[in-house]
């Protein structure tokens, strides 16, 4: 599960271009806003769960949720000058799954990938605006494996923090990481 979470954060960080389509090395800081799986709104569901738990379960879930990543928590990524220069991020962990295209315009990026690992596909496309320190992504995906067919759609918004990542390891060092 944490491992597919940073992938769905690695894919929706793709963002993380300043004004002019060049991409800023340093500390961002990203959340899911919306997230479609497999066409259920992922967000209304769990607002409508919490409508239905006490006021004392409400608070704890609220709690919970706040530090999940893509659950109405924020991760923060570091981006480093490497990963700049190549104007995208890796959309896997394992960083074997770089976008198939990427093409930039004024203040949009849009990119698209696909990639086939143990025996799972995956592909996808997507669209990154950036106003200043702020990056909002829109992206489509569909996997395929022994279980079926799925589909996501995430919509992001990122925050640039500022040159230096306080200590946070680079996304692309990650992927290189053992357990990775």
């Not at 086939?116 to 569909?142: C, L, P, Y």
Request: glycine share 10%; aromatic share 4%.
């Amino acid at each position: 599960m944490k491992k597919a979470t940073l992938a769905v954060m690695l894919i929706v960080s793709s963002a993380a271009y300043a004004d002019g389509g060049a991409m800023r090395a340093g500390l961002w800081e990203t959340k899911v806003v919306h997230q479609l799986v497999d066409g259920r709104d992922v967000s209304e569901r769990m607002r409508a769960a919490m409508a239905n738990m006490t006021p004392e379960q409400r608070q704890m879930m609220s709690a919970h949720m706040k530090n999940m990543p893509g659950q109405g928590g924020a991760i923060r990524l570091c981006i480093s000058p490497a990963m700049a220069a190549k104007h995208y991020m890796h959309t896997d962990p394992d960083g074997r799954c770089p976008p198939t295209s990427v093409s930039t315009s004024g203040n949009k990026t849009t990119f698209s990938f696909s990639c086939a690992k143990d025996g799972r596909t995956i592909s996808g496309n997507g669209v990154s605006t950036v106003i200043g320190d702020t990056a909002t992504t829109h992206f489509e995906s569909t996997s395929t494996d022994a279980k079926g067919t799925h589909s996501m759609v995430v919509d992001s918004e990122m925050t640039y923090l500022g040159a230096d990542c306080q200590g946070v390891t680079p996304v692309d060092q990650l992927a290189k990481a053992p357990g990775h």
